[in-house]
């Protein structure tokens, strides 16, 4: 069983107060428990009609690392110095558990069982006939979504992160026993405690990039 370790419910301070860290304090581990719990949080994320495409690989051993390491070139700080390095994959066959959340959901009582037959009976021809380049787009949405959610929630367990797109997307998955024709490489999240400053950056005003209808 996992448990809360939340080291701050302060959520201005959670969002404001992030920072791509890239080099982390060595000592610093997170336990298998503590790391579960992270993800149990993580995964309350939205998706495309519920069905959690994201799928993790959680690098933190010294031989996983040193498998990651020719695939980060560019981001080798990171990947030596954190607790962990967190692969996130889009599953482009995550249709298949249709049944078994929407059965869930009708088990512990948030569904009706005829909403649920009538859901597969809605999108299953819907997956079935969608084309790869749909299905990636739906997975690079919701696995966005849940990159944000992680990298949130490590704040409020105390951890600083560090959201990665230059990485080996050719070889990623294979390398780490993936099927690379179902799990999409969407991005790679460095956690541990910030051994140093991250730097602040600007935002563009809200009236440069809204418009109000």
Do not use: C
Not at 83 to 104: C, P, T, V, Y
Not at 194 to 200: F, H, I, P
């Amino acid at each position: 069983m996992t448990t809360h370790i939340y080291k701050n419910n302060d959520f201005s301070a959670i969002m404001k107060g992030r920072r791509s860290i890239r080099k982390y304090d060595t000592t610093v581990k997170i336990s298998q428990s503590e790391m579960t719990a992270i993800l149990k949080d993580t995964i309350t994320a939205p998706s495309s009609i519920n069905m959690q495409p994201w799928r993790f690989v959680v690098i933190s051993s010294p031989e996983g690392k040193e498998k990651l390491k020719p695939l980060v070139k560019f981001n080798a700080t990171q990947n030596d110095t954190s607790a962990a390095m967190i692969l996130i994959f889009g599953d482009l066959n995550n249709f298949d558990n249709a049944d078994k959340i929407l059965s869930q959901a009708v088990a512990e009582g948030l569904m009706p069982e005829e909403v649920k037959k009538r859901q597969l009976e809605m999108f299953t021809p819907i997956y079935n006939n969608m084309s790869k380049e749909k299905l990636k787009d739906i997975v690079l949405i919701d696995a966005g979504l849940v990159a944000m959610q992680f990298m949130l929630t490590a704040r409020a367990y105390g951890y600083d992160t560090n959201p990665i797109g230059g990485f080996d997307h050719d070889n990623l998955a294979q390398t780490f026993g993936l099927d690379s024709d179902r799990y999409l490489p969407v991005m790679i999240i460095s956690i541990g405690k910030a051994d140093e400053d991250g730097y602040s950056s600007v935002r563009l005003p809200v009236d440069d990039v809204t418009t109000w209808v």
